[in-house]
């Protein structure tokens, strides 16, 4: 077995050391890719995989203009994976718009159709209150403010940072696209 690219690559050691990647121990995190923020509707994302034809009909269809077709963040050099609907909740939410139009648009079935919002579940706010603001007593109120949903899905209590009303958090996105720290103090968690 191979320890490392240095085996192979010609050279001074010091050389080597310079392009070859660091070895990783046994205790190394390996952290996993983000999965896809789905629009709503979403089946189980390993039937979305088999199911979403990829017609772009959801995209067109969310006024919003959040969902795009997007490749795997952890796309393989060379795989032959065609891009699929997905929202980037840091740039665009999901506004979660009067008819849920993305969700009744789906010719495939991998996208259901929705009439209430309490009926999406594409994911669910996390917060990290070490980047919050408000844990260091200022007084941001954005992401309560702008939530489509209301204080069921994300509120306050005190002067600390918000908290997050599970179930009636539907993952649209709204406050993650919304918060003003960078890097985000409260991210969507695809379902």
């Known amino acids: 077995m191979v320890d490392s690219l240095t085996e192979f690559l010609p050279g001074d050691k010091e050389q080597k050391e310079k392009v070859a990647p660091p070895r990783r121990s046994a205790l190394t995190r390996r952290t996993q890719p983000r999965r896809p923020l789905r629009p709503p509707g979403a089946v189980p994302e390993i039937i979305f995989a ?3 034809d990829q017609s ?4 067109s269809a969310c006024p ?4 795009k077709m ?28 009067d008819g849920l139009l993305c969700t009744h648009v789906c010719p495939s079935g991998a996208l259901r159709p929705l009439t209430l919002a309490s009926e999406i579940d594409m994911g669910s ?14 007084d941001c109120t954005v992401c309560v403010d702008m939530c489509p949903i209301g204080e069921t899905a994300l ?7 918000p908290i997050v009303g599970n179930p009636a958090c539907v993952g649209c996105g709204v406050c993650e696209q919304h918060c003003p720290t960078d ?5 969507i968690q695809p379902h």
């Open 125 to 138: 706010a996390k917060v990290d209150p070490s980047k919050c603001l408000r844990t260091a007593s200022e």
């Open 183 to 187: 890097p985000k103090s409260i991210v």
């Open 70 to 97: 997007m490749l795997p963040a952890d796309q393989p050099a060379g795989a032959s994976v065609k891009p699929a609907p997905a929202i980037d909740a840091s740039l665009a939410a999901c506004v979660v718009c």
């Open 155 to 161: 509120r306050f209590e005190g002067s600390g940072p």
């Open 64 to 67: 919003a203009n959040a969902i």
């Open 56 to 59: 772009g009909e959801c995209v």
């Open 50 to 52: 088999r199911t979403c």
